[in-house]
């Protein structure tokens, strides 16, 4: 679900991909639904893509938006981040990813982080699971039995 959906520098708010167009993408804005070109010379990124630093690698988005679901029982984040402290921010991110990299990953990075989770509860989204992961599960669960 999340390889759908979009970051736009430039642009709030998060997208779902609708259509390739020729030299564009045409995309739709999950919080108001108007559907909008990106051009190549916009950057734009795939949240299926993005990993957060731990002390030990990278943990994929999902992990981590699938913490703040389960921390916030599937509703939206108990408090605003863009009135956050630094402090804060670090402590709600200890309480989701206790080992996140605390020199690498960012106030700033924390609060795009819950604001993105935020809009994706808003727009319905809550099921984080990657496509490819959930038929893998499908088929470790379904292994032929012996007779």
């Known amino acids: 679900m999340l390889k759908s959906i979009l970051s736009i520098t430039g642009k709030p ?23 909008v070109p990106a051009y190549p010379h916009d950057k734009v990124i795939s949240l299926g ?12 988005l999902h992990e981590v938006l699938t913490n703040i679901k389960n921390k916030e029982n599937g509703e939206k984040a108990s408090f605003n981040p863009s009135a956050a402290k630094p402090a ?14 605390r020199d690498r990953v960012h106030p700033g990075d924390i609060r795009k982080l819950i604001s993105w989770y935020n809009i994706l509860v808003a727009a319905g989204i809550t099921d984080f699971t990657p496509e490819e ?13 012996a007779e």
């Open 88 to 101: 804060e921010l670090h402590a709600y991110m200890a309480e989701v990813l206790p080992d996140f990299d």
């Open 13 to 35: 708010g998060l997208f779902r991909l609708v259509s390739r167009g020729k030299n564009m993408l045409i995309v739709e804005s999950l919080a108001d639904k108007r559907k």
């Open 133 to 145: 992961e959930k038929q893998a599960e499908g088929e470790t669960e379904e292994a032929p039995k």
């Open 49 to 60: 893509d993005i990993a957060i630093y731990t002390t030990e690698g990278e943990a994929p």
